[in-house]
């Protein structure tokens, strides 16, 4: 008699578009703690200030956070201490137009388009970028490996962005 190994499902794409809309809901809620929970100890957070960057880690961004870089900005964001998040902007965001781009055994990565509706000081603000994820896969479920915001006017002056993207 053998033995009958039982093979992981496969994640698809409606898997994957699930987990970047919950990402996007705790990210509107401003539920920081949780958002850093989606994370892979070895992630990355990034937002270019151009278009086209390939090696991030040696271009200019806004943002090129680690793990640590990752819990010292949600700590600040949820201190009331930063100007440009006292008091927090209400945003809602919508992630769509999802396109896998790279699959292996160990991660997904997908293109998708999000537009983000910030709200603060009786204003509005629209904000429009490409985001590059890569999802990883494991015995833990789907974590953040690295997400990519590249925001359409990222080569333009940006103004008091005081949320995560």
């Given at each position: 008699?053998?033995?009958?190994?039982?093979?992981?499902?496969?994640?698809?794409?409606?898997?994957?578009?699930?987990?970047?809309?919950?990402e996007?809901?705790?990210?509107?809620?401003?539920?920081?703690?949780?958002?850093?929970?989606?994370?892979?100890?070895?992630?990355?957070?990034?937002?270019?200030?151009?278009?086209?960057?390939?090696?991030?880690?040696?271009?200019?961004?806004?943002?090129y956070?680690?793990?640590?870089?990752?819990?010292?900005?949600?700590?600040?964001?949820?201190?009331?201490?930063?100007?440009?998040?006292?008091?927090?902007?209400?945003t809602?965001?919508?992630?769509?137009?999802?396109?896998?781009?790279?699959?292996?055994?160990?991660?997904?990565?997908?293109?998708a388009?999000?537009?983000?509706?910030?709200?603060?000081?009786?204003?509005?603000?629209v904000?429009?970028?490409?985001?590059?994820?890569?999802?990883a896969?494991?015995?833990?479920?789907?974590?953040?490996a690295?997400?990519?915001?590249?925001?359409?006017?990222?080569?333009?002056?940006?103004?008091?962005?005081?949320?995560?993207?």
């Amino acid at each position: 008699m053998s033995a009958v190994t039982l093979e992981r499902p496969a994640v698809t794409l409606a898997d994957l578009t699930a987990f970047v809309w919950a990402e996007a809901d705790l990210l509107d809620r401003l539920a920081y703690k949780d958002w850093l929970k989606l994370w892979s100890a070895d992630g990355l957070y990034i937002v270019p200030v151009e278009r086209g960057v390939t090696d991030h880690a040696n271009a200019v961004n806004v943002l090129y956070d680690d793990a640590e870089m990752r819990e010292m900005r949600v700590k600040r964001l949820l201190s009331g201490f930063s100007m440009s998040s006292a008091p927090p902007a209400r945003t809602v965001r919508t992630v769509s137009r999802f396109v896998e781009t790279a699959r292996s055994e160990t991660s997904v990565d997908l293109r998708a388009a999000q537009v983000i509706v910030e709200y603060k000081y009786e204003r509005h603000r629209v904000l429009a970028a490409d985001v590059d994820y890569r999802i990883a896969i494991s015995a833990d479920g789907l974590k953040l490996a690295r997400k990519v915001v590249t925001l359409i006017n990222c080569d333009d002056p940006l103004h008091g962005i005081g949320y995560l993207l």
